[in-house]
């Protein structure tokens, strides 16, 4: 059973920054989408940003020009740089895989790793 391993959370102020990494336990090379999510308390999960074997990204509108997502095929990992948080944005961070022109997610769902933004 393929596991991903979020980490990089933490407790940090406003304006702070942090870097998560979503290890997964195989490759993600054939994986055509790696998403990141995140699900703040009372609330549903909601997508976040994602970033594709061809190289592109996107984000949703409230983390743009904050948030930078990447990914190393080669160790397995994908990244999301998030600089000047906001209060909003605490929540648990997920990562997951989607297959080209699909919205299903192809991975169990990792533990994910807490973010808290606060003074």
């Known amino acids: 059973q393929v596991q991903l391993v979020e980490s990089g959370g933490g407790l940090v102020q406003p304006g702070g920054s942090l870097r998560l990494s979503c290890a997964a336990s195989?490759?993600?090379?054939?994986?055509?989408?790696m998403d990141w999510y995140r699900q703040a308390p009372g609330k549903q999960r909601e997508w976040v940003a994602v970033?594709?074997?061809?190289?592109?990204?996107n984000y949703e509108d409230s983390v743009k020009g904050r948030f930078t997502v990447s990914r190393d095929n080669a160790k397995n990992t994908v990244y999301l740089q998030m600089n000047s948080l906001k209060p909003e944005d605490t929540a648990v961070y997920y990562c997951?895989?989607?297959?080209?022109?699909?919205?299903?997610?192809?991975?169990?769902w990792g533990q994910g790793t807490q973010v808290t933004v606060s003074s």
């Open positions: 970033t594709t074997n061809y190289g592109s990204t």
């Open positions: 997951n895989g989607r297959n080209s022109g699909s919205s299903l997610v192809v991975f169990r």
């Open positions: 195989r490759n993600i090379g054939s994986i055509y989408a």
